[in-house]
């Protein structure tokens, strides 16, 4: 058994004997060579496609007909594109919490600066993940005429949308900025800003390392040998060798981002608009002509084809989602492995769908080893079971830092963490424990004790007791419901005990919550 999940079993058996009963002595899945398979298995596709566990229909169903009969299914499933926006968000890194621009330069009111920044960090990956859903070819990400927009973006930007209709939807831009997809966009040029001595070059190398997976900033450099004593520092950049061996990728690419060249930075009018009239700005500032890794462009409207038919646009496609998916950082072990996908890939007119089939075949994916639920999962996973969402001021504390517990549940926020924690540890043992117990306080309250619409209890009410037939059919659906396996003899043993004792010395209610509380702080309900 692994370090972290030592910590989540001593933190439940804590809370177990604290409530006066035994542990449950549930374990998770024994580390062995076999690959995941049946119902584990579908509850890490379900997780990692949906954000959500598999319900009891779903696991019957892969268990008679194989878990590969799920997979499209799931493909399919509308919750698809609301999880690629999180998978790719770990990546991309432009989902957070703070812009030169606030919600108050447009006027609009602060209760609204939540879902203000969400909506600009979120316009470059819901182009990523709509690209996916729809089943366009990658290329569409750099060659898109059209991006994504909601209510509050149409509201700031110049966005027409296609149709009229709510929540997120296609839109294009009316300001002249030209047809390159994510490039194209204000979310991500106003995470990845730049200044007037950095003139384009920090997003340059974000396209190379979003795009191609080639990262400028883990290239060494021996500023040691660079000849730089006495010379102007632009000079050094185009002229010494050891600068060179960046910059003279780097700067021809920044040379063709000036439409998005912002005179005057914290200025919602700069910021808001495309500039074409200082795209050849280039000429008296950079002073390097716009291509492509030796290749000239004329500037933004050739950079999009010129990402897409570079051989490295869809090798950086496998790797980003097989990184994703496997949960781990992809290494020189995976070359094969990483060239098959990339063939699938290709086979498929760089469609993402059958890549994400193939990746989620491959033992890679399948590997036994439990994976801890990131703090979106957290969050969906408690709205599907008990209808819970833990909200302040409109704001999701799961999915913020400034007044929530992103960072404290293993989440990117990325500026100072930009990858998801693999491993329990204190905070975010503290984070699920309240989020758990809110989930179960929500649940009773709604379900048992106003006897509201039920989303987590099936048949079970405020009268039936431990021992009654009702009562014991609750606890297996409870267990599979939320752990995704058959409840054991010893664990409805030790859970009847934990609530006849929570019972006894305060009310029906309390001990439910008790119960689902300790469910939701299962190690199998925190992993998959």
Not at 170 to 196: I, Q
Not at 242 to 260: I, W
Not at 285 to 294: H, K, N, R, S
Not at 351 to 380: C, E, N
Request: include cysteine; aromatic fraction near 8%; hydrophobic fraction near 40%.
């Amino acid at each position: 058994m692994n370090d972290g999940y030592a910590i989540i079993l001593g933190i439940f058996g804590v809370l177990a004997t604290a409530c006066g009963a035994e542990s449950s002595k549930t374990t998770p899945p024994p580390a062995t060579d076999a690959l995941l398979d049946g119902p584990a298995l579908t509850r890490r596709l379900s997780m990692d496609l949906r954000g959500i566990p598999p319900t009891l229909d779903e696991l019957v169903r892969a268990e008679e007909d194989g878990w590969q009969s799920i997979v499209d299914e799931y493909l399919a499933d509308p919750l698809l594109e609301e999880r690629l926006v999180h998978l790719y968000a770990q990546t991309w890194h432009t989902r957070v919490d703070v812009f030169d621009i606030v919600v108050l330069d447009y006027g609009l009111d602060d209760s609204r600066e939540y879902s203000f920044e969400r909506a600009i960090g979120e316009e470059p990956l819901r182009l990523l993940a709509r690209v996916i859903t729809e089943d366009m070819a990658w290329s569409e990400v750099v060659l898109a005429d059209w991006t994504m927009a909601n209510d509050t973006l149409l509201s700031v930007w110049p966005l027409e949308p296609e149709a009229s209709a709510t929540g997120w939807q296609v839109a294009r831009y009316t300001d002249g900025r030209p047809p390159v997809g994510v490039l194209a966009t204000n979310g991500l040029w106003w995470r990845y800003t730049t200044t007037s001595s950095n003139m384009n070059r920090g997003r340059a190398a974000a396209i190379s390392r979003l795009l191609l997976c080639e990262d400028y900033f883990v290239r060494p450099v021996s500023f040691a040998e660079a000849d730089t004593i006495g010379v102007d520092t632009e000079d050094a950049a185009q002229s010494d060798p050891y600068c060179l061996a960046c910059h003279a990728s780097l700067d021809p690419v920044a040379a063709a981002l000036f439409g998005f060249w912002w005179l005057a930075q914290y200025s919602e009018i700069e910021e808001t608009t495309y500039h074409p009239e200082r795209e050849a700005l280039w000429e008296h500032t950079l002073g390097v002509e716009p291509a492509w890794y030796g290749t000239p462009i004329s500037g933004l409207a050739d950079l999009g084809w010129s990402v897409a038919n570079d051989s490295r646009f869809t090798t950086c496609a496998v790797e980003t989602l097989a990184q994703g998916l496997w949960q781990r950082d992809v290494t020189a072990d995976d070359v094969a492995e990483l060239e098959a996908l990339r063939q699938v890939l290709l086979r498929a007119d760089t469609r993402i769908k059958p890549l994400i089939a193939a990746v989620t075949a491959t033992d890679a994916y399948r590997d036994p080893t439990p994976r801890m639920l990131a703090p979106d999962q957290l969050a969906t996973s408690l709205q599907a079971t008990t209808g819970f969402s833990w909200t302040a001021d409109d704001r999701n504390l799961l999915d913020t830092d400034d007044l929530g517990f992103r960072q404290l549940l293993g989440g990117v926020d990325g500026e100072a963490i930009t990858s998801p924690q693999r491993e329990p540890g204190l905070t975010w043992a503290l984070a699920t424990a309240r989020a758990a117990e809110g989930a179960a306080d929500y649940a009773v309250r709604i379900e048992l004790v106003e006897e509201g619409p039920r989303t987590l209890f099936r048949d079970v009410t405020l009268d039936d007791r431990p021992g009654e037939a009702l009562f014991i059919a609750e606890l297996n659906h409870l267990h599979e419901r939320l752990l995704s396996t058959p409840a054991t003899d010893e664990w409805r043993t030790d859970v009847s005990a934990l609530w006849t004792a929570v019972e006894a010395e305060t009310d029906t209610a309390t001990a439910w919550k008790a119960l689902v509380t300790v469910l939701l702080r299962d190690p199998a309900f925190l992993s998959y």
